[in-house]
């Protein structure tokens, strides 16, 4: 069975400085990946995805994230904080052997940015 | 480029009563999805469809139902609303082929009060 987990339900950062939000995940095969974002009040977008290419992955608005198979994650990093990255994110896995195209979300983590 | 269509983007109904949530998707997307929104509980797939005409239960199926006619819309129907079905639906497409499920496309929602 697959499940994502995301370790921290809230994470303040300030202005400028870096961004982490963890991410671990289980499943019996190899996963497929992705972080969403959802700004209030609004629909989730597709920050970025692993699909079993390059372990490193960069997204859009200067997000990245690392697949470590060994550990089990797919952390979300960005080198600098914006006001505009206060939002909630997604973590989450699709098993790519499922013909049923579902995806198991993430209970989701809070960033908040402080000037 | 509309995307995905959701429709009421906010309704308040008495207990009871039937109600049905609208999603129109113009992606030609194969898949579609509609997932529930709950604070703490993240996202939770509700029904899904793979391809028109054919349908699944996902995590929370009891008391919604659906239908794919066709490959834009899927409605999504409470039969008779109680209470704790007060959330935040979105509705979601994407593209499944045999490596999987691509990028969900989200709505943006239908925030849904049961009183």
């Known amino acids: 069975a697959q499940s994502v987990t995301q370790l921290d339900s809230h994470v303040s950062v300030s202005e400028g400085t870096p961004v982490l939000l963890r991410c671990n995940y289980s499943?019996?095969?190899?996963?497929?990946l992705f972080w969403y974002v959802q700004h209030p009040n609004k629909g989730l977008q597709l920050l970025l995805k692993?699909?079993?290419?390059?372990?490193l992955v960069k997204g859009i608005n200067g997000f990245e994230a690392e697949f470590k198979k060994s550990e089990t994650s797919f952390h979300l990093t960005k080198p600098s904080a914006h006001m505009s990255d206060a939002a909630e994110y997604f973590c989450?896995?699709?098993?790519?052997?499922?013909?049923?195209?579902?995806?198991?979300f993430g209970q989701g983590t809070t960033l908040q940015v402080k000037p | 480029i509309a995307g995905i269509t959701q429709a009421p983007t906010s309704q308040i109904l008495a207990a009871g009563r039937r109600m049905t949530l609208r999603c129109t998707q113009d992606?030609?997307?194969?898949?579609m999805y509609w997932y529930r929104q709950d604070l703490g509980l993240g996202l939770r797939l509700i029904h899904y469809?793979?391809?028109?005409?054919?349908?699944g239960k996902g995590e929370v199926p009891d008391g919604y139902s659906v239908s794919r006619a066709n490959t834009d819309d899927f409605p999504l129907t409470l039969a008779s609303a109680v209470p704790s079905q007060t959330s935040v639906y979105f509705c979601?497409?994407?593209?499944?082929?045999?490596?999987?499920?691509?990028?969900?496309?989200f709505g943006e929602g239908s925030r849904l009060t049961v009183l």
């Open positions: 979601a497409s994407s593209a499944v082929t045999n490596r999987g499920t691509g990028e969900l496309f």
């Open positions: 499943s019996s095969y190899s996963p497929s």
């Open positions: 692993y699909t079993s290419a390059a372990t």
């Open positions: 989450v896995v699709s098993d790519p052997s499922s013909n049923t195209g579902k995806l198991i």
């Open positions: 992606m030609r997307h194969n898949a």
């Open positions: 469809s793979n391809t028109a005409g054919t349908t």
